[in-house]
Structures are given as structure tokens and as C-alpha cells.
């Protein structure tokens, strides 16, 4: 967005509508200057064609503590090198996905962790996988992270789609959290906008340990935030249970081809 567009469209706006849109901007800011270049990590970014691009949006606000920060970042490096997603891959059209790793919290707190990179195959994989559990978040330096910015966390995706170097028939954004949008401005205006540009938001909603079992969070997740083409959430019933359902997560979004079934919130 120009400098000239946005004052044009912060003259027309009401005061309310004008602080959204310069917190929206702001955060975008942020994201632009901590997300990853349009350079992919392994590949000449003009010749990144491939199947579908992921976006992984990790949560690492301060409540995420060091066993949902393990969960996470070894669930996705887990996922990523598994059987299932190197064959899923390997019967798309081009047999290549393209996948990035951001952490995010607060609006404008976001870190890059894997940058966009190409996976064709297992030793791809193990490679971004080796990434991930390097520069992913431990859990043990929470202070000053600030709440749960869904909303960023889709802005920031949505950004880093809108920037892929390259073609890719499908575009996801892949939240991972164990919260509602709590910090920032509301989900529902980042939702419209990601689906408007065709992009799919899906989410695994990490439980409590003493949810609620009338208001899950996988309900909120599924009512408020995932939205597009085949978009739905999962939600693991325990620790052991989030490398299985983020495995199936994957294989879904990242199939071309095939289509498995995936309920709306759960891994059965």
C-alpha cells in the first residue's frame, strides 16, 4: 500500500474505523519488516513453482509454555518428514509444496523461523524439519510476548502468501494456538480479507487442560477464524495426539489429488 493511498483512506474514515485500519498497518509494517524476504531458502525465488504453499503460523504468545512450545515445534517437524506428507507430495501435479515458518503473539511480535522453501521430496523435508527444531520457540522467554493476536496472525500469513516467489495452485494459511483472538483488532475483517484473495485458513486448536467441554476452543476456531475452500480445524484430545492430527492436518492441505475426509474438529 503507497503512502498517498493510505492518507486517502484515513481522511475518509471515522475516528473508530481510523485506529483500526493504523493498528492493521502497523502490524503489517511490523510483518514486513520481520517476515521472510521473497527470497526462498533453497531455490531461485522466480522458479518456485509448486503445487500448494503453506504458511505456518505458530503461536508463541505468553501463555504458550515449554511443553506446547515442543509440542508445536516438533509436531510440525515431525509431520513435515513423515511417510504420508513425502507421498501426498509426491502424487501432486508437480510434486513440489512450498512451506514457511513464523512464530507470532502481539501485534507487530512475530519471528521468522523458516523462510519460504521448496520441498520436493524427504531430504527436502528433513531439512526444513532440521530448521524448525533449531529456530523454533522453546516456551522459556515468554516475558513481554503479549497475548493472542489471531488476526495478526492471519495478516502476517496472508502477507507472506501475497509474497510467495513464485506459482502455487493452492495457498494455506496453517494456524497453530491454544487461545482466541485476544489482543489486536478483531478476527472477522483479516478472515474476509485472506478469503477474498482466495487463500484457505485452516487451524489446530490446542486444547486446555481444563476447557470447558461446552465452549472448546476448536468450536470458537471453527465459527470465527478458519474460512476458504475445504477450510477446517482440528483439535487433538492430548499431548500424544497433536503430531497425529497436525500428520492429517497436512496430508489434507497438501493433497492435490486426493481429498481425505478430516472432521471439523477432531482426529477420529
Known amino acids: 500500500m503507497s503512502k498517498l493511498t493510505a492518507n486517502v483512506l484515513l481522511l475518509f474514515a471515522g475516528p473508530g474505523k481510523r485506529a483500526s485500519f493504523l493498528l492493521r498497518l ?11 524476504t521473497a527470497y526462498a531458502a533453497n531455490v531461485d525465488g522466480a522458479k518456485m513453482n509448486v503445487d ?70 524427504l531430504e527436502d523435508a528433513k531439512a526444513a524439519a532440521s530448521v524448525i527444531r533449531k529456530n523454533g520457540d522453546t516456551g522459556y522467554l515468554r516475558r513481554g510476548r503479549g497475548g493472542t493476536s489471531v488476526s495478526a496472525a492471519i495478516d502476517v500469513g496472508s502477507l507472506l502468501l501475497d509474497r510467495f516467489p513464485g506459482n502455487a495452485m493452492k495457498k494455506v494459511i496453517d494456524i497453530s494456538s491454544n487461545g482466541e483472538n485476544n489482543d489486536g483488532l478483531p478476527v472477522q475483517p ?34 470465527s477464524v478458519i474460512g476458504g475452500s475445504q477450510a477446517f480445524v482440528m483439535s487433538p484430545k492430548g499431548p500424544h495426539d497433536y503430531v497425529t492430527a497436525l500428520r492429517r492436518k497436512l496430508v489434507t492441505e497438501v493433497s492435490m489429488n486426493v481429498r481425505p475426509h478430516v472432521p471439523a474438529a477432531g482426529i477420529q
Not at 502497523?26 to 521472510?36: E, H, I, K
Open 26 to 36: 502497523a502490524t503489517l509494517a511490523a510483518a514486513g519488516f520481520w517476515a521472510p
Open 52 to 121: 500448494v504453499a503453506v504458511v505456518f503460523a505458530v503461536d508463541f504468545s505468553s501463555s504458550i509454555a515449554p511443553r506446547i512450545a515442543d509440542l508445536q515445534r516438533e509436531g510440525h517437524a515431525a509431520a513435515l518428514t513423515s511417510p504420508e506428507i513425502i507421498r501426498a507430495i509426491s502424487q501432486n501435479y508437480l510434486g513440489c509444496i512450498g512451506v514457511a515458518y513464523f512464530e507470532w503473539s502481539s501485534p507487530g511480535y512475530t519471528r521468522t523461523v523458516l523462510p519460504w522453501t521448496r520441498v520436493c521430496g
Open 190 to 223: 483479516s478472515r474476509l480479507n485472506a478469503i477474498a484473495k482466495g487463500y484457505t485458513i485452516n487451524a489446530i486448536a490446542i486444547p486446555a487442560d481444563d476447557e470447558d467441554p461446552k465452549q472448546p476452543l476448536a468450536s470458537y476456531f471453527a465459527r
